[in-house]
C-alpha cells in the first residue's frame, strides 16, 4: 500500500489546480470528491501519476479521484489539515451536521442536472447506512450456514447438532434487525440528508415499524382476509399498517419532515422551539403519512417489484443479459445507487433479489480483467502492484480502483469484463438464483446467496474469475497492447 505523505497530499491539491480551484471536497468509500472551480485546470497525468492514486475523473459536476478504501479517510483527514478546511460531509455517517449536508450538496448541485441531483441524492442517503447493510447481510449468511439443509449435510446444521440451535437463533436476531428496522436506518440518513434532525429521523422510523400496528409482512394475508385493523377518522378508516422493510414510504416521509422541521425553525422563536418544533413536524407527518404517503407510496414499491419479478420472469436471460451488461457502466455514471432501493424492496417482499448476484459478478468480473492486466504487464512493477491491488479489492467488492485505476484506463479490459459478466449474469438468471438480502459484493457475495443456488452461483464465479482474465491476456498479446 503507498505511504500516506504530506507532500503526497499537497501534490493531489496541486494537480486539481490548488487550493484556490478547490470549491468543496468530501469522500465516499474509496474516493476524494472534489467539485471544482475549474476543471480545466487538473493535471490528470501528474495525478494519477502518484502511488496514492488509482484513477480520476469527472462524473456528474466532481472530480472524483479514487484512493482506495480505507485508505481514503486517512488522505480526507491529511488533506483537511493541508487546506487548511474543515470536515465536509460525503458519504461518512456522524461526521457533521446537517446544515453542512445541505450546504455541501447545494453547491455541488450547481453543476448537475435535475437527474444527475437525484442520483446524487440517493448516493447521499443509501451509503451511510451500507455498512449495517452489509453487516447483517453477512450474518445472515452465516446463520444461512447453520440452518440451511444440504450444505454440510442432509439435514441442517442445528438439526445435526441441536446446541447449536440458540447460537443461530441470536445470529438471526443480530442479523435481521437492520432489515425489520430498515424506516429507521433510512429515516435517520434521509432527514439529516434533507436537512432536518436525524433524531427526528429515527423517531419517524420507529413510528414505522410500531408495533402496535400491522406488520408489512403480514399485510398481503390479511388484505386478503380483510383483517387490516383501521382507525375511524371523522368517518375516514385509515389502515393501521406499518412499514418494515419498506423504502419509498420512509424515503418520502422523511423529506416532509424535513421541511416542515426547517419552516417551523425559521418561524418558531428560539425560545420555545423546543416546545413546539419536534412535536409539530412529527404529528403532520405521521398523519399525512398514514393516510396520504404511506398508502401511495407503499402501492408504487409493490409496482416496481412486480414489474421488475415481471420482467425477469418472463425474459429472464434477457433481464440478466442486460443487467450483467450494463451494471458497471452504471457504477461509472452513479446510476447503480437507484437499484439498491429496487434490492431492499425486493428482499422485504419477496424470496429474494436477483439483482444483487448479479453485482457481485460484476464486481468478479472487473477484478479479474484487471488481474489479466497484471499478468499481462508482469515485467512493469507499477501496472503490476497496482493492477494487482485493484484486483484483489474488486474480488472483496469494491471496484473503482479496478475500474478507474486500470480497467477505463486501457479500455479492452473494461469490455472484456463487461461480455463476462453479461455472460454469467444470463447463466444464473436462467437458473433463478437468488440472494435472500444485500450483502457485501464481490467474492463473499455468495453468502448472501440462498444456499439452493450456491451451485449455479458457484458456476457464475468460474465464468467471472477466467473468462476476463483469459480475454484480456490475449486480447493484449494479440494485439501487442503497450503497457
Known sequence: MAKITKEAVETIVEAVGGNENIE?????????????????????????????????????????????????????????SVTGRSEESGGRAGDEDSESDASETQKSGKKQNGFQRFIRLLADIFIPILPAIITAGLLL????????????????????????????????????????FLPVLIGWSAVRRFGGSPLLGIVLGLIFVHPELLSAYAY????????VPTWDLFGWNVEQVGYQGQVLPVLVASYVLAQIEIFLRKRIPDSIQVLLVAPIALLV?????????????????????????????????LGGLLYGLLYAPLVITGLHHTFLAVDLQLTASTDGTFLWPILALSNIAQGSAAVGMM????????????????GLSAYLGVTEPALFGVNLQYRFPFFCALISSAIAATFISINNVLAFAVGVGGIPGIFSIRPPDWGAFFIGMLIVIILPIVLTYLYGRIRKVEV
Request: net charge negative.
Open 24 to 80: 468543496t471536497v468530501t469522500h465516499c468509500v474509496t474516493r476524494l470528491r472534489f467539485v471544482l472551480y475549474d476543471e480545466e485546470k487538473v493535471d490528470k497525468e501528474k495525478l494519477t501519476n502518484l502511488d496514492l492514486v488509482r484513477g480520476a475523473f469527472s462524473s456528474g459536476g466532481q472530480y472524483q479521484v479514487v484512493i482506495g478504501q480505507g485508505t481514503v479517510d486517512k488522505v480526507y483527514k491529511e488533506l483537511m
Open 141 to 180: 449468511g452465516l446463520n444461512n450456514l447453520l440452518t440451511g439443509p444440504g450444505i454440510f449435510f442432509d439435514e441442517a446444521v442445528i438439526e445435526v447438532y441441536p446446541q447449536w440451535t440458540s447460537f443461530s437463533e441470536i445470529i438471526f436476531i443480530i442479523a435481521n434487525a437492520s432489515f425489520n
Open 220 to 227: 398481503g394475508d390479511a388484505s386478503a382476509n380483510n383483517e
Open 285 to 317: 407527518t405521521g398523519f399525512f403519512t398514514f393516510i396520504i404517503i404511506g398508502p401511495v407510496t407503499f402501492g408504487l414499491g409493490n409496482a416496481i417489484t412486480d414489474f421488475f419479478l415481471w420482467t425477469f420472469d418472463q425474459y429472464a436471460w
Open 375 to 390: 499478468i499481462l504487464a508482469w515485467r512493469d512493477q507499477n501496472m503490476r502492484g497496482l493492477a494487482g491491488s485493484a
